[in-house]
């Protein structure tokens, strides 16, 4: 059994396939992924960048688009940064992978489970939060 099959983790296996970043992938449906999200990103932020355009002379206008403009602007820095560093997470998989196998005893093992257990419920929060 791989440590992906792990109950704990399939939940990120399935976040990570879902926004085409997990590297275990075909190469064609990260590509897509990643392309139909890139969309929907921008299809929001575009609107947003004209309505500032018409609203430059109204302060209350900016100020209410700026923190909108500011979300995306990070989002999209977030994911391009997920992109580039995508090599890194395949490696620490890996990592991942061989430490779990080289696990011998049970008690080993249950502590391993309980930390994945802890970092489900952490990633299921932070993923929750981000939305």
Partial sequence: MTIFENIYLRSNVRMMSFLGQWPYQSLFLRVIIRILIMLAIWSIFIPKLIKLCKVINDINGIIECIPMIGLHTVSVTKYFN?????????VLLRHMQQD??????????KIMNKICERGKFISIGYSSENN
Avoid: A, V, Y
């Avoid at 997920?82 to 395949?90: A, D, E, R």
């Fill in 82 to 90: 997920w992109m580039i560093n995508s090599h890194k997470m395949k």
């Fill in 100 to 109: 779990w196998d080289n696990l011998k005893s049970d008690e080993d093992k």
